[in-house]
């Protein structure tokens, strides 16, 4: 069998309902979700289960809900004995493979998002930033556009999906006629995406700075899993190291498809999405077809796992 690697879902992958099976099935589910909501004063399970909708995906809310649900689950997967090689996590996943590597505890890691959620919805006023998709066009392509539409305002590149999908971010003008654009130059789709905010790109100057000291005064450790950073697209075990590229990563592109290369390129055969929806495990299957990638987000998909023989 070859190497294994966990994988975290980031912002988006929330849905009302998410982890309830979970929770309803595992003691340490439970105890994960009562260590979060007591630690923020919030109840994450109603959140999480009853919603509403609105309320879930709030940046402040989802960073902590999505984060709770996938180190609960990693719990559930350690205790049965998962072999794992390496972790990774888009976007805000990447603080879940950091708690699954054991630098950084549960603890610090719940506060942290939820304030980096807050830093990132209050960086641009509401309506001035958006987000595009553009699928059907390769990502040097984009960057060309971005490079173009600059000068009508800051548009960059946000996501390397995969070799298929590159996400574009910025002021909602510049982002808009660069996406237009692509839609006039052969990319199958150009779709602006439904967020609160314009993340991973120079916008998010204010909420690097604010999250700069927080991160600052966490108690890193070395990693006892190798993690693929999204800035570098490299494995790295140095706590230090990760800590600045955690500030990095909130104005810098999240180069997944890379990551996701990188970990093949390493041995790594089966990638795991663990965590809410299968977002990721649909990108992996993109990125590299002859892998196998399943995802984990309840009792069901055990037997799943258990069939890869990754236990």
Same mark, same amino acid.
């Given at each position: 069998?070859?190497?294994?690697?966990?994988?975290?879902?980031?912002?988006?992958?929330?849905?009302?309902? #998410?982890?309830?099976?979970?929770?309803?099935?595992?003691?340490?589910?439970?105890?994960?979700?009562?260590?979060?909501?007591?630690?923020?004063?919030?109840?994450?399970?109603?959140?999480?289960?009853?919603?509403?909708?609105? #309320?879930?995906?709030?940046?402040?809310?989802?960073?902590?809900?999505?984060?709770?649900?996938?180190?609960?689950?990693?719990?559930?997967?350690?205790?049965?004995?998962?072999?794992?090689?390496?972790?990774?996590?888009?976007?805000?996943?990447?603080?879940?493979?950091?708690?699954?590597?054991?630098?950084?505890?549960?603890?610090?890691?719940?506060?942290?998002?939820?304030?980096?959620?807050?830093?990132?919805?209050?960086?641009?006023?509401?309506?001035?930033?958006? #987000?595009?998709?553009?699928?059907?066009?390769?990502?040097?392509?984009?960057?060309?556009?971005?490079?173009?539409?600059?000068?009508?305002?800051?548009?960059?590149?946000?996501?390397?999906?995969?070799?298929?999908?590159?996400?574009?971010?910025?002021?909602?003008?510049?982002?808009?006629?660069?996406?237009e654009a692509a839609r006039g130059r052969g990319a199958k789709k150009a779709i602006l995406l439904e967020v609160s905010a314009p993340f991973h790109c120079s916008l998010m100057v204010p909420a690097r700075e604010r999250l700069r000291p927080v991160l600052e005064s966490l108690p890193f450790s070395p990693l006892g899993i190798p993690?693929?950073?999204?800035?570098?697209?490299?494995?790295?075990?140095?706590?230090?190291?990760?800590?600045?590229?955690?500030?990095?990563?909130?104005?810098?592109?999240?180069?997944?498809?890379?990551?996701?290369?990188?970990?093949?390129?390493?041995?790594?055969?089966?990638?795991?999405?663990?965590?809410?929806?299968?977002?990721?495990?649909?990108?992996?299957?993109?990125?590299?077809?002859?892998?196998?990638?399943?995802?984990?987000?309840?009792?069901?998909?055990?037997?799943?796992?258990?069939?890869?023989?990754?236990?």
């Amino acid at each position: 069998m070859g190497k294994v690697a966990l994988i975290f879902p980031g912002q988006g992958s929330q849905r009302v309902g #998410m982890g309830r099976e979970a929770y309803e099935a595992y003691s340490t589910v439970r105890d994960v979700f009562n260590e979060a909501s007591d630690i923020l004063g919030l109840d994450l399970a109603t959140i999480c289960f009853k919603g509403p909708q609105e #309320m879930l995906t709030l940046t402040e809310n989802a960073q902590p809900a999505i984060l709770t649900l996938s180190v609960a689950l990693f719990r559930i997967l350690k205790e049965k004995g998962i072999k794992v090689d390496m972790v990774a996590g888009h976007s805000l996943g990447e603080f879940s493979a950091l708690v699954a590597a054991e630098g950084l505890p549960f603890e610090h890691a719940v506060e942290t998002v939820r304030l980096r959620g807050r830093y990132m919805q209050e960086a641009v006023p509401p309506g001035k930033g958006a #987000m595009a998709a553009i699928i059907g066009m390769e990502s040097k392509a984009v960057e060309g556009l971005c490079e173009e539409f600059s000068t009508f305002g800051v548009v960059e590149v946000a996501n390397y999906n995969s070799p298929e999908q590159t996400v574009i971010s910025g002021e909602r003008g510049a982002v808009e006629m660069a996406a237009e654009a692509a839609r006039g130059r052969g990319a199958k789709k150009a779709i602006l995406l439904e967020v609160s905010a314009p993340f991973h790109c120079s916008l998010m100057v204010p909420a690097r700075e604010r999250l700069r000291p927080v991160l600052e005064s966490l108690p890193f450790s070395p990693l006892g899993i190798p993690l693929i950073s999204n800035v570098t697209a490299q494995a790295i075990t140095d706590g230090e190291m990760e800590r600045g590229l955690l500030v990095e990563q909130v104005t810098s592109p999240v180069r997944w498809a890379q990551s996701i290369q990188f970990a093949i390129d390493q041995g790594v055969q089966i990638f795991v999405e663990v965590g809410p929806g299968t977002v990721l495990t649909g990108l992996v299957r993109r990125i590299a077809r002859d892998t196998k990638a399943v995802s984990f987000s309840g009792p069901v998909g055990i037997g799943r796992l258990e069939g890869l023989g990754v236990f």
